[in-house]
């Protein structure tokens, strides 16, 4: 572990005790807070989330992603990702708030009664819950989550790293299948998708096309070969990248998983 710290650039410091939010539906979540370079594996610990386990790290849309595109991709998403994680004991890691792709994923997961851990990791000076309400807040914690990491950090972006190197932790470093799932998506996505593509932690990541934004502008760098954008151009020269429609048939969505996650 002391290699993978230096490695990934992984500190020492201690993330806080675990605590409790309690939210006004009577939802619980376990959560704790840590700096953003804090080691991942005690936060797991912590949290007392499985390990090693498949995951998936969710790089997706929030407050801008649009109302069409949360009808387009609802059933990839509810029907596809969370019943799949579901039923074969994923992990799901993302940016916990009430907004676009994390809010669709948490209501899922309450709809279907569904207990696969789905951890939120957020700037907590970004973010309100019960008895936090900053003035620098810009979004609600999702109540259907299990488990929060709320890192220390100024804007949404500060969080990242944190959302890899966690979904990596809980995947034992790769002893377990981990994928990255890229949705719609400004520069933050952009940024992620490319960290995941070019640096360590380095996973695969899904692409859905048709999802808009940066997850479009990437697809279509893809069927391109490249982009006149470094950054997409590295992430297609340098990432393993794969592609599914949007608005494909859930059981589509379950099925490509499922050939991914046993190979």
Known sequence: MDLLRRL??????????????????NNTAQAVRASQDADPATIANLLRLPKPSPALVIMGGAAKMEAETVRTTRSSIEDGLSRFAQEHGVAIVDGGTTAGVMGLLGFARHRHRYDFPLVGVAP???VEYPGHHPPTSQAALDSNHSHFVLVDGENFGAES???????????GEGSQPILGVVINGGAIVKQEAHARATGKPHFPLLVLEGSGRF????????????????????IVQQ????????????????????????R
């Open 215 to 234: 997850a479009d502008d990437l697809a279509a760098a893809y069927h391109a070969g490249s982009s006149d954008d470094p950054v997409l151009r590295d």
């Open 8 to 25: 990934f650039g992984w500190g020492t410091e201690p993330a806080s005790a675990r605590f409790t939010i309690q939210f006004p539906d």
């Open 124 to 126: 907590e000076s970004r």
């Open 161 to 171: 790293d944190m959302l890899a190197s966690l979904g990596w932790t809980i995947a």
């Open 239 to 262: 990432g393993e990248l794969h592609l599914l429609p949007a608005n494909s048939p859930a059981e589509s969505m379950r099925q490509w998983l499922e050939n991914f996650f046993a």
